[in-house]
């Protein structure tokens, strides 16, 4: 065998195992949305969720120092790279967050297990306001005291409001995921 026959043969060989390497799959099933839709790929790069979706429409946030209001619904945002809460409430508000954690048994369908609860901004005013979280940037708040600087990824969040005075009001919130 000469060696332009070898060398051919070496390079054929090579990109065999390339291909083959390449084209295995994975077992792990891919990560759902809201809609149950995959959530790569995906042509839109961002995925909206109302206040109806997080079931914290006009959520009331009781009249005490540190009252606070219900947990949103839980998002999965384990691929997301930025989200943005948008958080109106009637009067100062502390934003908090609480990540998850979740079991192996069903990728659709795990058990989600409360991690911690990070407050993200401290005093933000009343109205609409917006708390920014991103993989590569640092967070930023449109009003209030940033607090835990707590970046992506996460597997899954909730959010609520804590009241900063001792006078009843109301929440909704809105978030919108970037992939």
């Keep these: 065998m000469n060696k332009k ?3 051919l043969a070496l390079l054929a060989l090579l990109c065999v195992t390339t291909l083959f390497v390449f084209s295995q799959t994975s077992s ?5 949305d809201k ?3 995959p959530l790569l790929p995906r042509p839109m790069p961002h995925l909206v969720y109302s206040p ?3 079931a914290h429409s006009g959520v009331a946030l009781p009249a005490s120092v540190g009252g606070a209001t219900p947990n949103t619904s839980i998002i999965r945002i384990g691929d997301a790279t930025k989200m943005t809460v948008f958080a109106s409430c009637t009067q100062n508000f502390d934003l908090v967050m609480t990540v998850y954690t979740a079991d192996d048994q069903g990728q659709s369908n795990p058990n989600f297990i409360v991690y911690n609860s990070y407050i993200i901004a401290t005093n933000m ?3 609409a306001q917006q708390a920014f979280l991103a993989s590569e940037l640092a967070p930023t708040v449109t009003s209030g005291t940033l607090g ?3 970046r992506l990824p996460q597997l899954a969040v909730s959010f609520f ?5 001792a006078t009843a009001g109301t929440c ?3 978030v919108i995921i970037g992939y």
């Design 28 to 32: 792990q099933f891919p990560e759902l």
């Design 125 to 127: 005013g009343s109205g």
């Design 172 to 174: 909704t919130d809105r």
């Design 148 to 150: 835990a600087p707590v």
């Design 161 to 165: 409001e804590k009241n900063d005075v």
């Design 5 to 7: 026959t070898a060398s």
């Design 35 to 37: 809609n149950g839709k």
């Design 52 to 54: 109806t979706d997080l």
